[in-house]
Nanobody
Framework: QVQLVESGGGLVQAGGSLRLSCAASGRTFSSYVMGWFRQAPGKEREFVAS????????TVADSVKGRFTISRDNVKNTMYLQMNSLKPEDTAVYSCVAHSDRMSYVWENWHYWGQGTQVTVSS
C-alpha cells in the first residue's frame, strides 16, 4: 500500500509558475512508477506526465510539453511537477498516481491515486 498526498496548488496569473508536490508514504517509493493527471471542470480527466521508478524515462502530454517538467526524489519520497508559462486552460484539479510496474495514459489503470490539488490560472 502507498498513500499519496498532493500539495502546492493555488491561484496564479497566466504566465506564472507553480510547483506541485506528491508525497508518498507506505512501501518503498522507488518501487513505483509515478504520474500526474488533471481534470478541469466539465472535462474528462487527462494524463499530464509520468516518470519511471528511477527517473530515467519521462513521458509528457503534448498539451504541456515544453512548459511542465516532472521529477522525483526517491530519498524524500516525493514527486514534483514544475509548471511554467501557465495558461488559463491549465486550470484543473491535479492528482498524482502510482503504479507498481508501468505507466498508463488511463486513470483507472493506475494502482494508487491521490485526492488532488486545485490549480487555478487567471487570465
Amino acid at each position: 500500500q502507498v498513500q499519496l498526498v498532493e500539495s502546492g496548488g493555488g491561484l496564479v496569473q497566466a504566465g506564472g509558475s507553480l510547483r506541485l508536490s506528491c508525497a508518498a508514504s507506505g512501501r518503498t517509493f522507488s518501487s513505483y512508477v509515478m504520474g500526474w493527471f488533471r481534470q478541469a471542470p466539465g472535462k474528462e480527466r487527462e494524463f499530464v506526465a509520468s516518470i519511471s521508478k528511477y527517473g530515467l524515462t519521462r513521458t509528457v502530454a503534448d498539451s504541456v510539453k515544453g512548459r511542465f517538467t516532472i521529477s522525483r526524489d526517491n530519498v524524500k519520497n516525493t514527486m514534483y511537477l514544475q509548471m511554467n508559462s501557465l495558461k488559463p486552460e491549465d486550470t484543473a484539479v491535479y492528482s498524482c498516481v502510482a503504479h507498481s510496474d508501468r505507466m498508463s495514459y488511463v486513470w483507472e489503470n493506475w494502482h494508487y491515486w491521490g485526492q488532488g490539488t486545485q490549480v487555478t490560472v487567471s487570465s
